[in-house]
């Protein structure tokens, strides 16, 4: 990979994560963010840091292998992205919040755990498609990483029950706007709760599903 190219996505995770903070998306050191790059490797945005205050040149490079090879040491959850990854070759970015409507959402006792929100409206449905949820690990165990496996091959965003949504997409801009799509229809769907919203039919959906494919 040319250097050029590195440097701009290090740029640019500095330059969207700022952007998910200070929208508050995200808060104190929570979520972080990772990159495919062109040689195989990751870029990861480092532990126990703000999104808000990202130093480019300090975020963190991994091996193809998830092996850590520069810059500060990576997020404790390295894991999670590693494990969509494994099971979503076409995806080039991946998203990982603790967005709070979503995590709300997340610690209800009555969602489907197969299709944690409804399709509200065309772009959930384009951006996020069916959300599963995933049973509540202590976190940093790495049998949510086998949990997150499971699922990532079908899906490509997972809700992580009692924590947040750990999105990918096919560049790191299609894994924000899908994570910000799914915090709002979070949102709406926590503003709907108990007046039996009019969702979208099935033939509705299928059709989103032929006209606009996700990754």
Known sequence: ??????SRLREQIATLGKSLFDRGLT?????????????GGWLMTPTNVCLGRLDPARI????RDGSW?????????HFLHMAMYAERPQSGAIVHLHSTHSVAVSCLPEIDPCDCIPPLTAYYVMRVGRLPLVPYHLPGDPALGDAV?????KHSAV???NHGPV??????EAAVYATEELEETAKLYLLL??????????????ELESRFPRD
């Open 1 to 6: 990979m040319r250097i050029s190219d590195e």
């Open 27 to 39: 808060m104190g050191s929570s979520g972080n963010i990772s990159v495919r790059t062109d040689d």
């Open 60 to 63: 963190s490079l991994l091996e």
């Open 69 to 77: 090879q520069d810059g500060d040491k990576p997020t404790k959850e």
């Open 149 to 153: 496996r499971g699922l990532a091959g």
């Open 159 to 161: 809700l992580l029950a």
């Open 167 to 172: 999105v990918a997409g096919k560049s790191l």
């Open 193 to 206: 709760h108990g007046r039996n919203p009019r969702a979208l039919t099935p033939e509705q959906v299928a």
